[in-house]
């Protein structure tokens, strides 16, 4: 439920085109729906601008589809992360619109008429970093997000990005995914004004603790505006530079 289809049901309502009694069944799920297995949140959009996003890591695929099947019914645009093929395969049946981005493991529906705003430019220390940007990246585009990518621009040959400083200095903010030492986003940072989003990925070898010598430099940084994300986190990332790009718009509610 979004905000265009609440304010349809209430004119309706208004309007005597709809009884009451026919309005309440149509409203009785709209906090939560319980499948038994998952308690849908159907007021997400409402409060948030974008639908429940199905973690599918864990489930079934009997329990992955009856999720996206319900918030379908009550939304326009779905949002599937860390999905596998076989997965995949079945989600993309669900609507035309659907869309399976292998190397992000995603799988997106977006909306119709999606209005996409802003820029958010997402930024990788190395080409092994691109399935996590890819997952930033994917998810900032559906919420509403312009977005672009500047990949394999890390500090061991600095002269990549300090090529490409224009194209910082364009986005109304950055995502910056690195692994291994995790320093990019701290370069980054020290060269522009606007809000830095760090993520560290797990790439690296023994002493990276898969992932935690990057996050540590991270939020370590000596570099002021840069914020940190969990260790793999491009969902967490591409959700957050979203709200962040959609500050400045007047109307933030893309859906």
């Known amino acids: 439920m979004n905000q265009d289809r609440l304010r349809a049901l209430l ?29 849908l949140d159907h007021h997400r959009t409402l409060r948030q601008g974008f639908p429940e996003v199905i973690f599918c890591e864990g489930k079934t695929v009997a329990q992955v589809l009856a999720i996206a099947k319900t918030l379908l019914r009550k939304n326009n645009a779905l949002l599937a992360t860390r999905v596998e093929p076989l997965v995949a395969r079945a989600l993309v049946r669900l609507s035309k619109r659907a869309t399976y981005h292998e190397a992000a493991r995603v799988v997106a529906i977006p909306p119709p008429k999606l209005l996409r705003r802003g820029s958010v430019l997402i930024v990788t220390a190395g080409t092994a970093d691109i399935p996590v940007a890819e997952e930033a990246r994917v998810t900032a585009d559906i919420m509403g997000s312009n977005t672009d990518t500047l990949y394999d621009v890390g500090v061991a040959g600095l002269h990549r990005l300090l090529g490409q400083q224009e194209r910082l200095h364009e986005a109304r903010v950055l995502v910056v995914v690195a692994g291994m030492d995790g320093v990019l986003p701290s370069v980054v940072g020290g060269l522009v004004r606007q809000p830095v989003i760090a993520v560290p990925t797990s790439r690296g070898y023994g002493a990276h603790f898969g992932g935690l010598a990057a996050l540590l430099t991270m939020l370590n940084s000596c570099a002021a505006g840069v914020g940190v994300m ?7 990332a591409g959700c957050l530079a979203h709200r962040i790009n959609m500050v400045g718009e007047a109307d933030g509610d893309q859906l």
Do not use: C, H, W
């Not at 026919?22 to 906090?31: E, G, Y």
């Open 230 to 236: 969990n260790i793999d986190n491009g969902f967490g």
């Open 11 to 39: 004119t309706n309502v208004q309007q005597g085109t709809l009884a009451v009694p026919d309005a309440l069944k149509q409203m009785r799920t709209l906090p939560y729906e319980n499948l038994g297995f998952a308690s």
